[in-house]
Nanobody, 123 residues
């Protein structure tokens, strides 16, 4: 079992920044992929970024490339999503998730999810 706890969400104006954190604990599940997803009201949950603990380049969905940066601190089992130049369309509940295997942004393949943290961007 893995417990994931997100934090760092909030309300900002367009152009602002937020840094989300995802702390993993209690795991006997050896995951290698940590991803961030988001879900806006009335919309499907979409993948934003994913990183492989074993190395390699992170992957981002086109809408956040150049603005968001995913990273991790393996010593603390914590992942981060730095979000810059935020836009109103980034408003959503943000979730982190982990899995073992291929690090893609297919939400159906992720086994463990956090409870989410709300990000609201006003114009």
């Amino acid at each position: 079992q893995v417990q994931l706890v997100e934090s760092g969400g909030g309300s900002v104006q367009a152009g602002g920044s937020l840094r989300l954190s995802c702390a993993a604990s209690g795991y006997r599940y050896n995951y290698n992929c940590m991803a961030w997803f988001r879900q806006a009201p009335g919309k499907e949950r979409e993948g934003v970024a994913v990183i492989n603990r074993a190395g390699g380049s992170p992957y981002y969905v086109d809408s956040v490339k150049g603005r968001f940066t995913i990273s991790q601190d393996n010593t603390k089992n914590t992942g981060f999503l730095q979000m810059n130049n935020l836009k109103p369309e980034d408003t959503a509940m943000y979730y982190c998730a982990v899995r073992r295997g291929l690090c893609a942004l297919d939400r159906t393949t992720y086994n463990y999810w956090g409870q989410g943290t709300q990000v609201t961007v006003s114009s």
